[in-house]
């Protein structure tokens, strides 16, 4: 008994280990991605067409990697009907960020950003997936301010006044921690994220592919004709690759709050690529504002070492 017990302790510190760490590789990981998608929006790609093929390619990837492990028909029928709604949710969340940032701006979606680690919070306590916790509401109000804060200073009056681009931007919050809540709540038993992964991926392009054809129709040669657009689109399908199968790790081991911090931890690790690779200079308020998120992360993982 006392063997079983230290295993399961050590297994636990080990998870707890692994939660930060992989926060922040999927953090820089979704920033990566969001410069990807800019990068490839001003170079002239079809966004929803970028957005379909990126998701296909990784999840075929993901799929033949799943397939080394044997009977690949008989788990992915098992995880289909999951990976159908988890695919959907997940093709709609990034599509609304894709169709409104040209509209409202990437500040506002920074912004809207910042709100889906509030969102699967308030959820997850109604759904009594979480306990309350003073840790924890501290950590979901750190986040939510630093990324308010950063979001603020680097778009300065960021309020647009398309007010139809303003809606779908702010639906894009309310369907991400939807998606972040039912990915935990209706896990497959057994499903690895490997597998998971790829199948939410492929099923999130088929979700996506024909408002593909009926908003972008034959735009998907810019995918291949124009090279900067083609060099993009591999570099985002790589990205998706690793970047998920990380995702459904740390929504196993850690939950769908803990997992939904990735939107300001993205802020940072954004502002950090932007200023090496681009240039930029670091907004006003961003010391104030990273260490208001890297405190949300600590009262977080004080809160999982408590529980």
Not at 131 to 142: M, N, P
Not at 236 to 258: C, E, K, M, N
Request: net charge positive; aromatic share 8%; hydrophobic share 55%.
């Amino acid at each position: 008994m006392t063997i079983s017990q230290n295993q399961t302790a050590i297994s636990l510190s080990g998870k707890s280990r692994q939660a930060p760490a992989l926060l922040v590789f999927v953090g820089t990981l979704l920033a990566f991605n969001v410069i990807l998608s800019k990068q490839a929006a001003a170079s002239g790609a079809a966004m929803l067409w970028y957005l379909t093929v990126s998701l296909s390619a990784s999840g075929l990837v993901l799929i033949l990697l799943a397939a080394r492990g044997g009977d690949l028909r008989r788990r992915l029928v098992g995880v289909l009907p999951y990976s159908i709604a988890a695919g959907a949710l997940l093709a709609l969340g990034m599509a609304l960020g894709y169709l409104a940032v040209g509209h409202v701006g990437a500040a506002f979606i920074a912004l809207a950003m910042a709100f889906p680690t509030l969102l699967t919070y308030l959820m997850s306590l109604a759904l009594r997936m979480e306990r309350h916790s003073g840790f924890r509401l501290s950590g979901v109000a750190l986040s939510l301010a630093g990324g308010l804060l950063l979001a603020r200073a680097k778009g300065g009056e960021i309020v647009p006044v398309d007010r139809l681009a303003v809606l779908v931007a702010c639906m894009m919050p309310v369907v991400l921690a939807i998606g972040n809540i039912f990915r935990s709540r209706y896990w497959p038993h057994g499903a690895t994220p490997l597998l998971l992964a790829g199948s939410i991926l492929l099923c999130g392009a088929v979700a996506t592919f024909p408002f593909a054809i009926w908003i972008e129709g034959g735009a998907v040669r810019s995918l291949w004709t124009m090279p900067a657009v083609t060099a993009i689109t591999a570099l985002a399908t790589l990205s998706f690759t690793i970047q998920y199968v990380a995702v459904l790790r740390l929504q196993q081991i850690a939950g769908p709050t803990y997992l939904s911090q990735i939107g300001s931890v993205a802020a940072i690790s954004g502002t950090f690529i932007a200023v090496a690779i681009f240039d930029e200079r670091l907004p006003d308020g961003f010391g104030t504002a990273a260490i208001m998120i890297a405190l949300g992360v600590v009262l977080f993982q004080l809160s999982a070492r408590r529980r």
